[in-house]
């Protein structure tokens, strides 16, 4: 049975860009979480996707945006990207109200 | 919003001996604390979690203890090996019916032979 799948595994961008990371949720698993991990630091909430719907958002601006597929893969897109956005991007999925299973990440480098 | 207080940031023990790691939280509506365990270049791995309604939870060397009077729980692996060494840590999620968690600054533990 595969684990929560993450793409790319490490991506380097310049400040301006646009970039997307994709996730593939752990069979069974309908609802996806986004974090961001700055190096040194625990996990910061972004926004979690149930039923293609943004359910909660935590404190990240708008140039943050995501996207849930019927099939239940979600998309984390980052608009004219700064420094300050390099980090570790990780998915979690579950079932609703219950445990979140993390993936490996995508390493993100803004230049 | 929940603020979730981890200590301490570093651990260093020997091999057989014991480790406690500390996580304060500051929301009374939380009602579940998980753990993970995070190994270089690797996303967290969920070790053990607890809610509200429970006050101690164990599996094999790892256990959990919650004080929900006191806003704090607090993990104890018991006879470290070196394979227990990683960043270790621990999230808090409110009763919101969201399920998000709120984690702590992390606890680098160290286990050497």
């Known amino acids: 049975d595969a684990g929560v799948t993450q793409s790319p595994t490490h991506l380097i961008k310049t400040r301006g860009q646009q970039v997307t990371l994709r996730c593939s949720p752990k069979?069974?698993?309908?609802?996806v979480s986004w974090y961001q991990q700055a190096l040194g630091q625990g996990p910061q909430f972004i926004f979690q996707?149930?039923?293609?719907?943004?359910?909660q958002r935590g404190n990240f601006p708008d140039r943050f945006s995501g996207h849930q597929f019927p099939n239940y893969s979600s998309e984390l897109n980052v608009n004219a990207l700064l420094l300050g956005d390099s980090a570790l991007y990780l998915c979690?999925?579950?079932?609703?109200?219950?445990?979140?299973?993390f993936g490996p990440g995508t390493r993100l480098l803004v230049l | 919003g929940e603020n979730v207080e981890q200590h301490p940031s570093t651990l260093s023990v020997q091999e057989g001996d014991s480790a406690v790691i500390k996580c304060t939280y500051s929301?009374?509506?939380?009602?579940?604390f998980p753990w993970y365990k995070q190994e270089l270049g690797k996303g967290p791995q969920l070790i053990i979690d607890?809610?509200?309604?429970?006050g101690e939870k164990k599996d094999q060397r790892i256990a959990v203890t919650l004080n929900k009077t006191a806003k704090h729980f607090s993990l104890h692996i018991t006879e470290t090996q070196p394979e227990d060494s990683a960043v270790y840590f621990c999230?808090?999620?409110?009763?919101?019916?969201?399920?998000?968690?709120?984690f702590g600054k992390g606890t680098m533990l160290l286990v050497s032979p």
């Open positions: 979690a999925s579950s079932l609703p109200e219950r445990t979140q299973y």
């Open positions: 069979s069974g698993h309908d609802t």
């Open positions: 996707y149930y039923e293609e719907e943004e359910r």
């Open positions: 929301d009374s509506a939380s009602n579940y």
């Open positions: 607890i809610r509200s309604n429970v």
């Open positions: 999230a808090a999620t409110p009763n919101s019916g969201y399920s998000t968690l709120t």
